[in-house]
């Protein structure tokens, strides 16, 4: 094939490319191959970081695809059917990565690396950073598409990428837990309790920075 004869497709125009092929296996293959595209992004970015300033920026990726019953349950909330054309163009996050990073400066720094590769198309960002959720929820969030290159078409597909602070994942799973359990309904008592807690994530990531800014100006000791 010559360069540049790739059929560029939208995630709705890859549904019915392949005639008598099941349409959710194919975007299952999308959003798993956009899952590999920017996992390896991330692992080049943070292994670039170690060889140049031997510090790993990225504590660690998580990556999965929604399940079939949760991606129903967000269509069927928003009062859409569930075909799979509306879970391609309303549900954003079937693909999902989490980056878990030491500091919160790392975050911007990894969301800025990656808004800049010309390959990545930044569709919508959410900063519960700086604006957190009335639940004390912080992360950032950006909607993103990576190309997935194909036998003989390219398909931009969306990838929901959140980037937090170990302490702010460990804060949003258990909030996640208790939600689950209490069915979003739960005691004022632990709501408040939570609330406070993620103050707490604010203040020890906080410090935490500020604590490895400083160790930073000391000189590493000379070799005897
Ligand atoms: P799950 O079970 O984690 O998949 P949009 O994607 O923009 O159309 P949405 O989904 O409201 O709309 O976007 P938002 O606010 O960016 O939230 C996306 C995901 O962030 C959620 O996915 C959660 O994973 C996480 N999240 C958002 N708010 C909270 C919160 O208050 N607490 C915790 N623990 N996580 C949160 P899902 O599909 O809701 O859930």
Redesign the pocket.
Known sequence: MAKGAYTINSMEEAIGQYEGVDSWKTIILLYNSALKEIGTKLEILNEEFQHVHQYNPIEHIKSRI?TAE?IVK?LKSRGHESTIENMVK????IA?VRVICSFSSDIYRIAGMLASQTDIKVL?I?D?IKSP?E???K?Y?M?ITVPIFLSDSVVATKV?I?IRTVAMDF???L??KI?YKFEGEAPEHIKRELFECAEMVSDLDARMMSLNEEIKEYAEPEEQ
Do not use: L, M
Not at 90 to 93: E, F, L, S
């Open positions: 929604k949760s967000k309303y549900v954003n996050d999902g919508s959410k519960y959720k639940s004390g929820y992360s969030h909607i929901e959140q804060w949003a799973s909030e996640h939600n």
